[in-house]
């Protein structure tokens, strides 16, 4: 809000108009927040985490109990502690300078691409659905399903490959769409709140997919009783963009031109235009023209597709053994904190993603070779999305000019 | 009690919204801030009820400097505030109200209302205020409220008393009463402090004037002054405050309706069978005091409400039952009441606002895609033809002056072609410069042959514009009346009185 608005909301103490419900006051909070508070909760999230793995580290804690007789030793195990996590951190995310060729060298940052891929597009569709004011937490449920859309036409085709991807991916979009859309229409007729159905959809999709992975005659994988699909037919896998000696495939090429898409969709189409205007003030969106019910079924049709992609690209291009009820591996849910550290901005998502994709490709190596649990990657996850939705709290630790206009 | 205001001032990042202010208000006196939204009125008050810190400057109470780190501290110093917006509980009785925050209790706890209500009793035959403590906030008029508010402070033994813009909701009726009631105040010994920017009301009641102008202090005047002085001193230049205009070129009857009705989904009827007609290059104003109706015929109109029967034909074309959308793209020109909720995305920029209801079709769209050149040079032109003060077409409309998100709003419905205007309270928290400029254009548009159903609760506005009047009560129509009918009988009609009552 603006000094000029000040002077006239301001009789009351609460100075909030309480118009448009409380999730988005608070998505509008995080999305008009600037930059810095982006970079400083990071930064702030990476101290707490160095004080948590400094007081799990065995040898912090040995050198602690003598701190007062030596404090050398205990300043010293901390920055071993520290440093070497975060050292075995980027080692494992950006480069390695141990290994013996430049191919191996690089290879952390190959993986870390592989991996932000699918949180890049689910960000994405997680995050166009910010833009019109909805929170859409069935991120799961639309990359389950369009995963098995993809992946049945995976296995149980057998066409050239230029056909057969194309096809694939088709069919787990048109899924995902038509899930998320699902969610939206619910919305728009009924007025069912979209979290709601969002989290009940997840339920849904996932006991399908359980069931349809258990039963012959659905997708389950010919002699097998496991409840896991057939692996994908050569034809259908997406390509190694970086030759074989990488894990890296086509996905990431995919989630790029998405953030291109998506950038497009927001900035220069209508449908981006009254996208944005339902989500910052869906009255004045009403009162204008435009059907609010039919934005949001026409949003979350494209948050459900773009999620979808995520859930494509696991299927078809990382795990490609077989469709199975956990392919999701957490992403839907990783994507609402990409969406809310990008600011629901497609470059914002694009560099969220790489973060946490490389939050993910080091996380391991943090494991391995420090023995620190990569449940503290999660932690400091959890704390940069915490920081984020607390500007206040952020503004106070670093000493920034409170914002009292606001 | 006898306030000092030192040199206040307040800065919202690089806005200076009160500039070294300093004022002194004494026991017995009704002192007027007078000057317009933004001038920084009502900044002024909140430091004082300690809802803001002022950056410099002090506050002093009978010669004794204090700070206030909330509004408690303020009340507790014998500061009582009554604001535009009613803080009161609906579903609470009147002295349930008065004694929240402040409730007495006997043993362990044990809440005292029958102190509460004795309370009530005593300062309602104080001041003859005529209030039961035992009614309902919900089914009192907004008069007898505001007096609940009035009560609350007091209770409080609110020595001075600040009335932010208390006049905005009132009839012309209960405003004169709540002149009467100040009046009063002000024997009993009370300082008041009084904001407003509706002259008239000023000349009336006022000891003393202060204007403020953009955070200052532009001069103080004496109730004397001529409502043409007050008004450039407000405003800084000459204004014309009178609305020229020629007797309308009478066209066919271009709007219709017939037999309205509008229910909301709690089934209580909020227009109730009403029929009239809007003919071509005429004003027809809906007088009336806000909540009888007026929000929801407009809303019919624009198809914004759900639940309408009867019938709203626009040259022959029944609108009832059509999109919102559909009915845009009928020519109809709608600025809403409430332009923060209806009119803008305050976090769009000006040009973005400027597209909102034609984010259809040309000439700004073409195959799903914006042509941001076009809007860009329409929206540089529009700046320029509305008067629009910004930085530039990329301001947010959120950083606007109420008069200028106005006239971003006036000049997106005016920029196209229409067969029928709805301009809903268009003036609403604007400034007088502003309004000047928005009262030309509406009536520019009725001279080109558009006919405008024009609502608004300032019997001024109404009269100016009118070429008719319809006044609304309870959702019906009191009947329909020349723009010279007296405003007294105009005050009465509002209140429900038909006219043969009164001009007999």
Aim: proline residues 4%.
């Amino acid at each position: 809000m603006s000094d000029m608005t000040a002077n006239e909301v301001v009789e009351a103490p609460a100075p909030e108009p309480p118009q448009p419900g409380r999730t988005h006051s608070v998505l509008y909070r995080i999305a008009a927040g600037n930059a810095l508070s982006g970079v400083l909760a990071v930064v702030l999230a990476f101290l707490v985490g160095s004080v948590m793995i400094a007081a799990t580290d065995p040898a912090v804690r040995e050198t602690a109990g003598y701190f007062f007789a030596r404090p050398s030793d205990f300043f010293g195990a901390l920055g071993m502690a520290v440093g070497g996590a975060y050292e075995a951190m980027f080692r494992g995310a950006v480069f390695n300078a141990r290994a013996d060729t430049l191919a191996g060298q690089v290879r952390p940052l190959t993986e870390t691409l592989k991996y932000a891929a699918p949180l890049i597009l689910a960000g994405l569709g997680v995050g166009v659905g910010f833009r019109a004011g909805l929170f859409n937490i069935g991120g799961r449920g639309q990359m389950l399903l369009a995963g098995a859309a993809a992946g049945w036409v995976g296995f149980a085709f057998d066409l050239p490959a230029i056909v057969h991807i194309p096809l694939a991916i088709l069919a787990g979009i048109a899924v995902g769409a038509l899930w998320g859309a699902l969610a939206g229409v619910l919305k728009a007729r009924t007025g069912a709140h979209e979290v709601i159905v969002t989290i009940m959809l997840n339920y849904v999709a996932y006991y399908l997919l359980l069931y349809a992975l258990s039963r012959k005659f659905l997708l389950q994988a010919p002699g097998s009783s496991n409840p896991q699909s057939a692996p994908m037919a050569q034809s259908a896998i997406l390509p190694k963009i970086l030759g074989d000696q990488y894990n890296l495939h086509l996905g990431l090429l995919l989630a790029l031109v998405a953030v291109a898409a998506v950038w497009w969709l927001l900035n220069r189409s209508t449908l981006g235009y009254r996208i944005r205007a339902v989500g910052l003030n869906p009255h004045a969106a009403r009162a204008a023209g435009v059907s609010v019910g039919r934005t949001y079924t026409q949003v979350m049709a494209i948050a459900g597709g773009l999620v979808g992609l995520a859930g494509i690209n696991q299927v078809l291009g990382t795990v490609t053994s077989g469709i199975t009820a956990d392919l999701d591996a957490g992403i839907g849910f990783d994507a609402i904190t990409v969406a809310l550290l990008g600011r629901s901005r497609p470059v914002g998502i694009l560099l969220a993603g790489l973060l946490f994709g490389a939050f993910k490709a080091g996380g391991f190596t943090m494991q391995t070779s420090q023995d620190i649990s990569v449940d503290l990657v999660l932690v400091v996850q959890s704390l940069i999305v915490l920081f984020l939705a607390a500007p206040p709290l952020v503004r106070a630790i670093f000493r920034l000019p409170r914002k009292e206009a606001m | 009690m006898r306030l000092v205001l030192r040199g206040i001032t307040k800065r919202f990042g690089a806005t200076v919204a009160s500039d070294g202010i300093s004022l002194t208000v004494e026991p017995g006196e009704i002192h007027c801030l007078l000057g317009e939204n933004g001038a920084g009125k009502s900044t002024l008050m909140n430091v004082l009820y300690g809802l803001y810190h002022a950056d410099s400057g002090d506050i002093e109470i009978d010669g004794e400097v204090r700070r206030f780190s909330g509004p408690g501290d303020a009340m507790a110093a014998g500061i009582g505030m009554v604001h535009q917006h009613f803080m009161l509980i609906g579903v609470f009785t009147v002295a349930e109200n008065v004694m929240l925050g402040n409730e007495p209790t006997g043993f362990a706890g044990r809440l005292d209302l029958d102190a509460a209500r004795a309370r009530v009793t005593e300062i309602s035959a104080r001041f003859g205020f005529n209030v039961d403590p035992d009614a309902l906030i919900e089914d009192l008029p907004v008069g007898v409220q505001q007096r609940v508010e009035i009560i609350k402070a007091l209770s409080r033994d609110a020595e001075l008393l600040v009335f932010d813009e208390p006049t905005a909701v009132l009839t012309p009726q209960e405003t004169d009463e709540l002149m009467e009631i100040m009046r009063q105040l002000k024997a009993s010994g009370k300082a008041i402090v009084f904001i407003t920017h509706k002259l008239r009301e000023v000349r009336e009641v006022a000891d003393r004037i202060t204007v403020i102008r953009l955070g200052k202090v532009v001069g103080e005047a004496a109730p004397t002054a001529s409502n043409a002085e007050l008004a450039s001193m407000m405003v800084g230049r000459p204004v014309e405050l009178v609305v020229s205009k020629s007797a309308p070129r009478l066209g066919d009857e271009a709007l219709v309706v017939d037999d309205l009705r509008v229910v909301d989904a709690t089934g209580h009827v909020h227009v109730d069978g009403i029929s009239f007609s809007v003919r071509a290059g005429e004003v027809l104003a809906v007088a009336g005091v806000q909540g009888n109706g007026q929000t929801e015929l407009t809303e019919a109109i624009l198809g914004l409400q759900d639940r309408v029967s009867g019938s709203i034909r626009l040259h022959g074309t029944e609108l009832v039952g059509r999109s919102v959308r559909a009915i845009l793209e009928s020519e109809v020109g709608f600025i809403p009441e409430d332009r923060q909720v209806d009119g803008l995305v305050p976090a769009f920029t000006i040009a973005e606002n400027l597209m909102l209801n034609r984010s259809f079709s040309s000439p700004f769209v073409k195959n799903g895609v914006v042509l941001i050149g076009a809007l860009r040079d329409f929206a540089e032109t529009t700046m320029t033809a509305y008067d629009i003060r910004a930085r530039d077409i990329d301001t947010l409309a959120g950083n606007l002056s109420g008069g200028n998100q106005q006239k971003v709003v006036v000049a997106r419905e005016l920029s196209r072609d229409l067969k029928l205007l709805v301009a809903a309270q268009p003036t609403r928290g604007v400034d007088v410069g502003s309004i000047e400029f928005i009262h030309k254009q509406i009536v520019a548009a009725r001279d080109s042959g558009v006919p405008v159903l024009l609502v608004s609760t300032e019997l001024d506005e109404v009269v100016a514009l009118a070429d008719r009047i319809m006044v609304l009560y309870r959702g019906r129509v009191v009947a329909i009346v020349p723009p010279d009918t007296p405003r007294e009988t105009l005050g009465l009609m509002m209140t429900g009185d038909r006219p043969e009552d009164v001009v007999a």
